[in-house]
C-alpha cells in the first residue's frame, strides 16, 4: 500500500511540497531573528567576535550581582519610580553650544541650510528670559529694553533692540545678544563678551551688597550672577575656540570655584573637552573622579570619556587575534566594561565615532541618551578618540556587544534604568530635516537574513504557479534553461569547429 501510494503522487506535489517547507523555514528564520537579536554580523569581524566571547560571560556573571554596580537598579518599587523619571524626556542646554553669528549663520550663508529648528530656538529664548531677566527690569530703561528684545522672533529686530539698549546705558545682557548673534567671528564676540563683562562685574557687585533686603534684590542678584557665570564661561569658550587652551582651562577652573553651586552650566564638560586638548589625562581623571558620581545625572561626555581612558591604557598593542588566543587582561577587560558602559547610555554615539554617519553641527539644547546628544559629543570628540592610538580599534570590535547583554524589548537595563522611548520624538524636534535621525533600539537586518528571505518567497511562488499552471510554467522553464545554456552552447560550438573530430572525441570520452 505505501508503493502504491508512493506511485500515485505527482511531480507537481513534490514541487508543491518543496516550495511550502521552503516558505516555513523562511517564515521560522525571520521570526527567530526579530526573537532573539543576538548577531550583528555585518559591522564585526569573525575573529572580533571569537575574540569577545569571554566578554559576554564575564557580564552574564556581572549581571547576577547588582550590588557591585552603582547604577544597578535593585528593586522593583526602584525600578517603577525610575521608569516613570525616564518617561519624561528632559531637553538640555548644550553646554558646547556654537555661536549662532559667527558659527551657526556661517554655516547657513554657506550650505543654505538653517542648522536650528525652530523647536531649538524657541528653547533657547525660553532660557535667555529665564536667566538673562528679572521682576525689576521695568525699573531700568536698558532692561526693559532687553527683556522685549528676548521675546522677539527675528534676529534683526534683537539686534536692533540691543543697540538701542546700549545708547542708554552699557547694559551687559545687550552685549551678550550681540556677541551670540551679530558678531560674524569668534574675535568679534570676544571683544563683545569682554565689554559686557566689565558692565556685568558692576551689577554684580552692587546687587551683591543688595541681595539681602527683600525678594526683589534676591532676585536681581540672581539674574546678575547667572549674566556673570554666563559671560565668563562664554569668553573661556571663545579662548578655547581661538587656540589659547591652558587660558580657557585656567578660566574655566576659576570660574568652578568661585560659583561651584551652578553646576547646571555643565562647566565641567567644557573643562574636560579642553582638558583632552592639551592630553592632560591625569587632570581629566581627576575631574571624572569628582562628577561620575552616582548622585550626579550623567552624560554622553562623562561616559565616554571614562571610556577613552581606560581605552588609552590598551588600545595601542590591542588585536582581535591575539585576545581570541589569550583571552582578555585585567586592564583590556576594565576597558571595554567601560565602553559598554558608555554604549549602554547613548547607543548613538559610536556610529559617529567610527564615522558611519555624518556629523552636523550640534543643536543648542540635546536630549541626554538621544541622538541630538551623540552629534554634541562627537562633534568635539571626535579628534579626541582618533588622537588616541588604537582607541577607534577597540571601539569598533566591541562597541556591539553591548547589545547581547540587554534584553529586548528594553523592559530593563543593564548598568542603567531602561532606555526612554521618547528620545526619537524630541530628537526629531531638535534635529534639522536633512538629517537623518538615529534611532534605537532599531535593529538592522544582515543581508545573508533578507536574501534568505526573499528566496524562500521566489521559491514558494514558483511552486504556487507550478502547481496552477503546470504547462505554461513548463514553457517558461525551457525557455529560460535554453537562454541561460546558449553562451555555453555558443562556445561549444566554436571549439567543436576549431579542434580537430579525432581529438574532440577523445576529449568527450575523457
Known amino acids: 500500500s505505501v508503493s502504491m501510494f508512493l506511485n500515485t503522487l505527482t511531480p507537481k506535489f513534490y514541487v508543491a511540497l518543496t516550495g511550502t517547507s521552503s516558505l516555513i523555514s523562511g517564515l521560522i528564520l525571520v521570526s527567530t531573528r526579530y526573537i532573539n537579536i543576538t548577531l550583528h554580523i555585518a559591522s564585526v569581524t569573525q575573529n572580533a567576535i571569537l575574540g569577545f566571547v569571554q566578554i559576554n560571560d564575564a557580564f552574564n556573571v556581572d549581571r547576577e550581582m547588582p550590588s557591585s554596580t552603582p547604577e544597578c537598579l535593585e528593586d522593583s518599587h526602584h525600578l517603577e519610580d525610575v521608569r516613570y523619571k525616564a518617561s519624561e524626556c528632559k531637553v538640555w542646554r548644550n553646554p558646547l553650544n556654537l555661536f549662532r553669528g559667527a558659527e551657526y549663520n556661517r554655516y547657513t550663508w554657506v550650505t543654505g541650510r538653517e542648522p536650528l529648528t525652530y523647536y531649538d530656538m524657541n528653547l533657547s529664548a525660553q532660557d535667555h528670559q529665564t536667566f538673562f531677566t528679572c521682576d525689576t527690569d521695568h525699573l531700568r530703561p536698558a532692561d526693559a529694553i532687553m527683556q522685549k528684545a528676548w521675546r522677539e522672533r527675528n534676529p ?17 545682557t545687550a552685549y551678550i545678544l550681540l556677541a551670540e548673534e551679530e558678531a560674524t567671528t569668534i574675535v568679534e564676540a570676544e571683544k563683545l563678551f569682554k565689554q559686557a563683562l566689565k558692565a556685568g562685574e558692576g551689577c554684580y557687585r552692587r546687587s551683591q551688597q543688595l541681595q539681602h533686603h527683600g525678594a526683589q534684590y534676591e532676585a536681581q542678584h540672581r539674574r546678575d550672577t547667572n549674566v556673570l557665570v554666563y559671560i565668563k564661561r562664554r569668553l573661556a569658550m571663545c579662548a578655547r575656540k581661538l587656540g589659547r587652551t591652558r587660558e580657557a582651562v585656567k578660566m574655566m577652573r576659576d570660574l568652578m570655584k568661585e560659583f561651584p553651586l551652578l553646576s547646571m552650566f555643565n562647566i565641567h564638560e567644557n573643562l574636560l573637552e ?7 589625562y591625569a587632570d581629566v581623571q581627576a575631574v571624572l573622579a569628582k562628577y561620575d558620581d552616582i548622585s550626579l545625572p550623567k552624560s554622553a561626555t562623562i561616559c565616554y ?3 577613552l581612558l581606560k581605552a588609552r591604557a590598551v588600545s595601542d598593542k590591542f588585536s582581535p587575534e591575539a585576545a581570541s588566543r589569550r583571552g582578555l587582561s585585567t586592564a583590556e577587560m576594565n576597558a571595554v566594561e567601560a565602553i559598554h558602559r558608555a554604549v549602554e547610555f547613548n547607543p548613538h554615539v559610536p556610529k559617529y565615532l567610527l564615522e558611519m554617519k555624518s556629523l552636523i553641527l550640534p543643536p543648542e539644547h ?4 538621544g541622538d ?3 552629534i554634541a559629543y562627537a562633534f568635539f570628540h571626535l579628534q579626541h578618540w582618533k588622537r588616541v592610538e588604537g582607541a577607534l580599534n577597540l571601539l569598533h570590535c566591541t562597541w556591539e556587544g553591548t547589545f547581547r547583554m540587554i534584553p529586548y524589548p528594553l523592559e530593563k537595563g543593564h548598568l542603567f534604568y531602561p532606555y526612554p522611548i521618547c528620545t526619537e520624538t524630541a530628537d526629531r524636534e531638535l534635529l534639522p530635516s536633512f538629517h537623518e535621525v538615529s534611532v534605537y533600539p532599531k535593529k538592522e537586518l544582515p543581508f545573508f537574513i533578507l536574501f534568505t528571505a526573499g528566496l524562500c518567497s521566489f521559491t514558494a511562488m514558483l ?6 499552471f503546470p504547462e505554461l510554467m513548463g514553457v517558461f522553464a525551457k525557455a529560460f534553461l535554453s537562454t541561460l545554456f546558449a553562451p555555453l552552447n555558443f562556445v561549444m560550438e566554436k571549439v567543436e569547429s576549431i579542434l580537430p573530430s579525432s581529438l574532440w572525441h577523445q576529449l568527450t570520452r575523457i
Open 305 to 307: 570619556t571614562a571610556a
Open 372 to 374: 541630538s546628544e551623540a
Open 463 to 468: 511552486a504556487l504557479l507550478t502547481h496552477q
Open 274 to 280: 579642553a582638558l583632552l586638548e592639551l592630553q592632560a
Open 366 to 369: 540635546i536630549l541626554k541618551r
Open 156 to 172: 534683526q529686530a534683537r539686534i536692533s533692540a540691543a543697540h538701542e539698549a546700549l545708547e542708554l546705558n552699557e547694559c551687559a
